[in-house]
């Protein structure tokens, strides 16, 4: 199951490794279309970590990131954003992504 983060434990859940975060809202009908391709991807890449934040429920840190759009998909490597991806990507395409930042 992808973590749910908030504001408050962002920082600390993301801070190591690779780590996509999905950060949608439950009226976003694109987020709805993305959710199930993130869960997929988790299955398949155990050296990711896979967390999603509701955009609603914690405005300060997708005003952090520049989030004006939903679904933005965040990628971090040990802390760093490495890619924001805005709009619904593939299963494909988002493996091709994260290839590009595991070991």
């Avoid at 429920?57 to 520049?66: A, V, Y």
């Avoid at 998909?73 to 802390?79: A, I």
Wanted: charged residues 25%; negative net charge; hydrophobic residues 35%.
């Amino acid at each position: 199951m992808v973590k749910v983060v908030t504001d408050n434990d962002f920082a600390a859940q993301t801070d190591t490794g690779v780590v996509l975060t999905d950060f949608w809202a439950t009226w976003c009908g694109p987020c709805r279309m993305q959710s199930p391709v993130v869960e997929k991807l988790e299955e398949q890449m155990p050296d990711v970590k896979f967390t999603k934040m509701d955009v609603d429920q914690n405005p300060d840190t997708p005003k952090g990131f520049g989030i004006q759009a939903i679904p933005t998909l965040v990628v971090k490597k040990n802390g760093d954003v490495v890619e924001k991806i805005v709009g619904y990507h593939t299963k494909d395409q988002l493996q091709d992504i994260l290839n590009k930042y595991t070991d």
